[in-house]
């Protein structure tokens, strides 16, 4: 029989648990404020968003998937609405600026050769991920609207 890649998602557990129970809580899609809670496998997160771009452009869909190649841009999400993000194995861990997307690494059992990561989309308003790649970095802005 095949190996199938198993993954485990990290930091989901009582963060996401107790986003959970805000968002029943508050009725659904009225969050004031996403629970603060340090979990040791949590991505750092800066508290202010500067959206590097200097254009009026239009965000596009997010794609089901980023990787170095992908362009950077101005990017739309859904709350609830996940993408992955996928860098090679020796790639440092991606930069977030802002609340609205959360960046979720994904541990698998089969090593896949690439880090992978979640990128899910849980309130409303503006999150810029930035990668580092061997010549350049590219930063991919998020515009979550309910």
């Keep these: 029989m095949a190996s199938d890649n198993y ?3 990290r930091g989901i557990g009582l963060s996401g648990l107790l986003i ?4 029943t809580a508050c009725g659904g899609s009225d969050i004031a404020e996403i629970p603060t809670t340090t979990h040791p496998l949590a991505t750092t997160v800066t ?24 362009p950077a841009g101005l990017y739309r999400m859904m709350v609830g609405q996940t993408s992955a993000l996928r860098l090679s194995p020796g790639a440092e861990p ?15 059992l089969d090593d896949p ?27 991919f802005e998020f515009v979550v609207i309910n």
């Design 7 to 9: 993954r485990v998602r």
């Design 20 to 23: 959970a129970l805000t968002v």
């Design 47 to 70: 508290s202010s968003v500067e959206m590097t771009s200097t254009t009026n452009q239009e965000p596009q869909d997010a794609p089901r998937l980023f990787d170095a190649a992908s």
């Design 94 to 108: 991606p930069r977030v600026e802002g609340k609205s997307v959360l960046l979720i690494e994904v541990a698998y």
């Design 113 to 139: 050769g690439y880090k992978e990561w979640e990128l899910r989309a849980v309130a409303p308003g503006e999150t810029a991920i930035t990668i580092f790649g061997p010549a350049a970095e590219s930063t």
